[in-house]
């Protein structure tokens, strides 16, 4: 019987010369691995080849800078070794615009996000087991309420408001929903400035929903912005 290994993302840090006296003061530790120069390795059903990789104590350490490089994902990496920190890419930005306004419109949706929908003036992206439907409308001479009254009736029928608030997003009213569907839990985030319209509809699996998810929604709604 093959013996299972388990495999870690984590950063391989390769020690040299007097880069080793670094660490001398720290809790690190130095260990004997075995260097594999190449295995092949599977992500989300694409197959790559020559991923370097270490194998220590059964368990098999990959290199997160040759899995973002091979599969073209944001290969920014950096080490702090002062605060022992490392930060891969950087902060995804999602802009929603249209020719007919003069308003720019960004968010920053961080994280494992894939894009479904993408438009310059709407944005569908989802994270695993949650998502979030980004869109800006233009409508002349109508309210927030009339136009939040407009959605319930139409494109968001189906959900069962249990909350609602006035606010003020980055300076322009709004209104924030909280809500429940057959199969879902999340919020609605309504924005209007001048006749502009920007609908963020927040949506988590009611079977896997935890309320930490809500925080992912904090920190979208937060990082709204107009330019």
Known sequence: MKKKISISFILCIFLIGNAVGVFAATQ????????????????????????KALK?????????????EYFGLDSTLKYDSKNNKVTIGGPKYVNISDSK??????????????????????????????GIDINLDIQSETTIDEYYKNLLKNEY?????????????????????????????????VIHKD???????????????????IKEYEKI???????
Do not use: C, H
């Not at 690190?28 to 991923?51: D, R, T």
């Not at 949506?203 to 930490?212: P, Q």
């Not at 709604?221 to 330019?227: A, E, G, L, M």
């Open 157 to 189: 029928k189906d959900i069962k408001v249990s909350n609602e608030v006035n606010t003020k997003i980055s300076n322009a009213e709004a209104k924030i929903v909280d809500y429940t569907t057959t199969d879902s839990i999340g919020k609605l985030a």
């Open 28 to 51: 690190y530790k130095e260990v004997k691995a075995l260097f594999y120069p190449g295995v092949k390795v599977e992500l989300n059903g694409q197959e790559a080849n020559s991923i």
């Open 56 to 68: 220590y104590e059964g368990s098999l350490y990959i290199s997160v800078k040759s899995m973002s």
């Open 221 to 227: 709604i937060n990082s709204f912005n107009i330019q």
């Open 101 to 130: 306004t003069k308003n720019f419109y960004q968010v920053i949706v961080n994280g494992n996000w894939n894009s479904s929908i993408q438009t310059n003036s709407r944005q569908m992206l989802s994270n695993y087991y949650m």
């Open 195 to 213: 006749s502009d319209f920007v609908t963020l509809f927040f949506f988590v699996d009611k079977t896997r929903f935890k309320e930490t998810d």
